[in-house]
Each structure stands twice: as C-alpha cells, then as structure tokens.
C-alpha cells in the first residue's frame, strides 16, 4: 500500500487505544477532501479514468458551484457497464453511500465491498462531503491494535488463487477476470510457478488506443490509466504480458495469520499471493478480502427466541438443530421486518402406544408494531415441522407487502 500522509497516520495514532474494531467510527479515520481526485461534470471517462491507478480509486465530481455530485468509478464504467470514453461525467456518476462521522467502521467497509469504491467520502447532517475515509487508513489501523489484529487474523481465510499462464491474450484474461469476479490473475509459467500478476486496473489501459492527436495533456496524468483518451478499442488479441505486473508481493504458505495480514497491509500491493516451497501459488489475499473480515465484525443483533423442548422424544442434537436454523431464519427476517420475538410452540400426538407419531407445530412472529404472523403445521420430524411453518410464515409476509418501516414502532 501506498505510504501514508502524516494527518493520516495522526488519525490511526488517536485510534490505536480501541479494545476493539467495534468501536471504531468514520471520525476516527477522516482524511481531508485535499486527498481526493477531483473532476468537474464536464470531463469525460477517457480524461476521467486518467487521472487513477486503480480500479478501486474513484474521481469526485464537483459541479461549477463547487457542490459534490458523485462520483466515477472505473469497476462501474468499463467492467460493469462498459460505457464510451466519451461519456461525460454527469451521465455517468453514481451517488455513493450516506456515511456520516458516527457510521461503525464494519458499515464502511461494507460500503467498500459494494461500492468497489475503496475512498469514501463522509457527509455531514446537510448532506455535504466534510471529509473522506480511506480503506489504507482503516487498515494500517489494524497493525497499531493488537486485539483487532487478532480479531481479522482469525475471520480471514486465503482463497485459491485464480491463475492463467503468462502466455495468454488479454481477451482471455479479462473474461476470466469477469466470469471470477475477482480483480486479479496471477500469471504462472509453463512449470505453474509464480511470474506475475495482472489486475482489472492494467487492463483498462487495454481499453484506450492512444494516439497523438487525441492526447488530453492538460487532464490526463503519467501515473493515471492512460494519459491518451483517443479510440475505445478493446485490444483483446494481445498478449497479457504487455500489461502485466512482474512485481508481486508473496509470502510462504506456512506463516502465520497475522503475518499474512500484517505483509499484505504493509505491502505496497494491495494484494498477497502464497506460494508453495517451489513458488507454485497456493493461495491469495486482497484487501477486499481484509474488508470483509471487518466487515463480519458487525455484531449480531440477538433475536428474542422461545423454544422449549416438547418431550424426550425431541433429542438435544435435534433442538439444538431447531434453535439454530431458527436464529439463522430470524436474522434473515429481521433485513425485511422490526422483529421482537419468535415464539415456537410444539405438541405431540401419540399412538397407542405412547409413540410420538406427528408434531402440532405453531411458530410465531411478533413484529414490534402490526399484526403477527402465525403458522401451524403437522409433521412426523419436530424439525420437519419448523422448516415447513418457516416457508409459511415467509409467503405470508411476502403477501402482506409489509415494509421495515411498516414493522417499526412509532416513536411518541
């Protein structure tokens, strides 16, 4: 990564006496809007995109009246949606998500994750940017908590890495690059070792046909994508190697967690690939992947849960079983609905001899305002029937059309 100016290594300093990344908030990481790229509607994507170097940056748009009115993302304008070089910036920008100074930092990187965007800006109660958040910021955090260090060390798990050999044309890696959805290839050779790395961020230069009479000297930028906005031309039948990079960070495979996280932060990469003890790749850790262990350290919302065993017929596996696929039910509910409870009753009906031989199952929900949703089902298995009352009380509230708001009490 990139070194850090010294207000951003300030801000890490003040944050480093956290006993955990809950408690982290955007304020603690607010970097000044001097640290943004900055664009005015009337730029195009060719000049645009020059001015980055990664697919995760973004160009902030501002309008004649200096007013923030999006931003233009590279993942958003040639990956996602391949827009003409020409598009001018109004056309294309998108509004990037409502962080404020007191948003948790698991919700940032969230934001992160969705946005593919990995500089956020944060606004004030008028809606206006009064600073942004960088994804180094928040990580070269990690390295000054020992606790949080720990804490992402565990949640992180390498991937296998996606390879292509470093003989193969863009057109092929790009595709790749798509149908993974992932943003890097590593290269290997003829033996799968370890050559290189190519990114979505080299690519895009595989966009762009630079000619003299197109250049764009007063916008574009030397360190950007492309200092040339001439032709959109996808140069797919060339070979990769033109646009990879040979530098890569690499680790062995049997270090620890916390020096792979440790590496891959202090890395001027932004991502780490784990080799074997004859460099073939084993493994592979981005910052997206770093992101998304902080962003599991959003807390659990507990769900008010009645359940009580109906006899010993019901095994302790099984309402254990039961109580989990309950949890995982009612947390999925609670994106969609303001829960207070859910309330699972059970009766049996027996034979003759005394033998559990059907399941009268009554599962519950009680939203925090408005009706309850209530179902009842006959099953052989205990579990059985919960599943069963589950899918019925989800059509139910598929038909009620209530919304989250619907489901809130009404504050007096």
Not at 44 to 54: E, I, K, N, R, Y
Not at 125 to 139: D, F, R, S, Y
Not at 256 to 274: A, C, E
């Amino acid at each position: 990564m990139s070194n850090l100016s010294k207000t951003q290594k300030n801000h890490i300093n003040r944050s480093a006496d956290s006993k955990d990344g809950v408690s982290h908030v955007a304020a603690t990481f607010l970097s000044s809007l001097d640290t943004i790229i900055r664009g005015d509607e009337e730029r195009t994507l060719g000049s645009a995109l020059s001015l980055v170097d990664s697919s995760h940056s973004a160009v902030f748009i501002f309008n004649n009246e200096n007013k923030f009115q999006g931003l233009i993302s590279p993942y958003r304008t040639i990956y996602l949606n391949n827009y003409p070089y020409t598009t001018k910036a109004a056309a294309i920008m998108f509004r990037p998500p409502s962080i404020t100074k007191e948003t948790p930092i698991y919700e940032v990187a969230e934001h992160m994750i969705s946005t593919r965007v990995y500089t956020l800006p944060v606004f004030d109660n008028q809606g206006e940017p009064v600073g942004v958040i960088h994804a180094k910021v928040i990580l070269q955090t990690i390295l000054t908590d020992p606790a949080l260090l720990s804490s992402i060390s565990k949640l992180i798990n390498p991937n296998d890495p996606i390879t292509s050999p470093v003989n193969s044309l863009v057109g092929d890696v790009y595709q790749k690059l798509k149908k993974e959805g992932v943003s890097r290839i590593v290269l290997v050779d003829d033996k799968n070792k370890l050559v290189g790395i190519v990114s979505r961020g080299d690519l895009v230069k595989a966009f762009f046909k630079p000619t003299a009479k197109n250049r764009f000297a007063n916008e574009g930028s030397a360190m950007g994508y492309n200092s040339f906005a001439g032709e959109k031309k996808f140069r797919k039948d060339e070979p990769v190697r033109k646009y990879y990079t040979a530098s890569v960070g690499s680790l062995s495979e049997n270090s620890s967690r916390d020096k792979i996280v440790s590496t891959l932060i202090t890395s001027p990469h932004n991502s780490l690939v784990l080799v074997d003890k004859n460099n073939k790749p084993s493994g592979f850790l981005s910052i997206h992947d770093l992101l998304e262990a902080i962003a599991r350290l959003k807390p659990k919302e507990d769900i008010l849960l009645i359940l009580k065993k109906p006899s010993d017929s019901v095994t302790d596996k099984e309402l254990e079983s039961a109580r989990e696929y309950l949890i995982l039910f009612g947390r999925k509910l609670k994106k969609r609905m303001v829960i207070n409870k859910i309330n699972v009753a059970s009766e049996e009906s027996k034979n003759a001899n005394g033998q559990t031989i059907e399941f009268n199952t009554t599962v519950i929900v009680t939203p925090v305002a408005g009706k309850a949703l209530v179902a009842v089902t006959k099953q052989r298995g205990f579990l059985d029937g919960i599943k069963e009352a589950i899918v019925l009380i989800e059509k139910q509230r598929r038909r009620s059309g209530l919304s989250k708001e619907e489901t809130r009490k009404t504050q007096s």
